[in-house]
């Protein structure tokens, strides 16, 4: 199973990205997925998901309003629309696909998550 995070880049304060994940897994639409992002130095922490049905996001409390993600079964993809950039957002993205299908709820916890992408390198200068 392959997850291939794109779209990173060096942006100015206030920018913005669209970070994509194409994936290979097959059972991709009833999964949830979520992104994830190390800033250098630090750990990995949460930073959305959204369910498999589509119907529910969870998202950082630092990127609410600032984050949007988003799915398309068809494609096997997902999406994490980045605007306003702070340079806190500086880090590595890596998007994530749940370790059961049709979970229930999202989950924050990366255990929860079975496969993991690549990341891909936001970089946000002041």
């Known amino acids: 199973v392959q997850l291939q995070a794109s779209g990173g880049g060096l942006v100015q304060t206030g920018g913005s990205l669209r970070l994509s994940c194409a994936t290979s897994?097959?059972?991709?639409?009833?999964?949830?997925m979520g992104w994830f992002r190390q800033a250098p130095g630090r750990e990995r922490v949460f930073v959305a998901a959204?369910?498999?049905?589509?119907?529910?996001?969870r998202y950082l409390d630092s990127v609410k309003g600032r984050f949007t993600i988003s799915r398309n079964n068809a494609e096997n993809t997902v999406y994490l629309q980045i605007d306003s950039l702070k340079p806190e957002d500086t880090a590595d993205y890596y998007c994530a696909a749940d370790s059961i299908a049709m979970r229930d709820f999202i989950s924050t916890v990366q255990t929860s998550y079975e496969y993991w992408g690549q990341g891909t390198l936001v970089t946000v200068s002041s």
């Open positions: 959204i369910s498999w049905s589509r119907d529910r996001t």
């Open positions: 897994l097959r059972t991709f639409s009833i999964r949830n």
